[in-house]
């Protein structure tokens, strides 16, 4: 009898709540928001977990104003520009990123935010050929010097990379600072964090690698084909 006349009771009081259209719209409010948590169980990737955590903020907001529940709306107003502020932030990493790929000599440093930032002085070696590569690096003031090569690097310059992504992760060049240097690095945890949250901005940084490598080996052709001809001269 008690478990009957619980589900009597309850029921009588869903019928009173449904017989208010304000109390209905509370209702469905609590529906959506509830059907949006139990869809981003089944995403994977943040930015589109971001946003339905956005959208299910915004309707238990409005079913604590409506219903009221003011424990509810105060919890759900607090998350909400915490979620905004997550989803925003990786967008703009990603167009930063999609930039830097457009115009690989840009000198700003799109990065900077997840990266590690060292000084270093005139002559320091940064990374020795064969060394284990664990972090790609940015250039962000100074030159660096990749010695086997003889090329220097300017600022806004991704480099090291290539190593990174290597199947053997062995460095092929030594870097080392002609000037006093500033340099920010990025170490592989944190880039693979960065990848599984946003699947875009990995894209990009692949996309930007390949256009590194292009250049390498437009320059190596550049360069058999002046040796070449320096071969034929009489």
């Known amino acids: 009898m008690a478990l009957r006349d619980f589900i009597t009771t309850q029921a009588a ?17 609590a529906t959506v928001a509830a059907l949006l948590i139990l869809v981003s169980a089944f995403v994977k990737t943040i930015i589109p977990l971001r946003w339905l955590a956005v959208g299910s903020n915004l309707g238990f907001m409005l079913y604590g104003w409506v219903h009221p529940a003011w424990l509810i709306f105060a919890l759900h107003a607090t998350l909400l520009p915490v979620n905004v502020w997550r989803v925003l932030e990786m967008h703009r990493l990603t167009r930063r990123v999609r930039r830097a790929t457009d115009n690989a000599a840009r000198s700003d440093v799109w990065l900077q935010p997840h990266m590690r930032r060292k000084r270093m002085r005139a002559g320091a070696v940064l990374f020795r050929k064969g060394d284990l590569a664990d972090r790609l690096y940015v250039l962000a003031e100074g030159r660096i010097e990749l010695v086997e090569s003889g090329r220097f690097l300017e600022p806004g310059r991704m480099f090291g990379e290539i190593a ?35 699947p875009d901005f990995g894209f990009e940084v692949v996309r930007l690698i390949a256009g590194r490598l292009t250049e390498d080996i437009q320059r190596l052709q550049e360069q058999l084909a002046e040796r070449s001809r320096g071969g034929q001269a009489p």
Do not use: K, M, W
Request: aromatic share 10%.
């Open 164 to 198: 990174f992504f290597a199947p053997d992760r062995q460095r092929s060049a030594t870097a080392r600072c002609a000037t006093a240097c500033t340099v920010l690095s990025l170490d592989e945890t944190t880039f693979r964090q960065l990848y599984f949250q946003n």
């Open 13 to 29: 009081a869903l019928q009173a709540l449904l017989a208010d259209p304000t109390q209905r719209l509370a209702l469905a409010a």
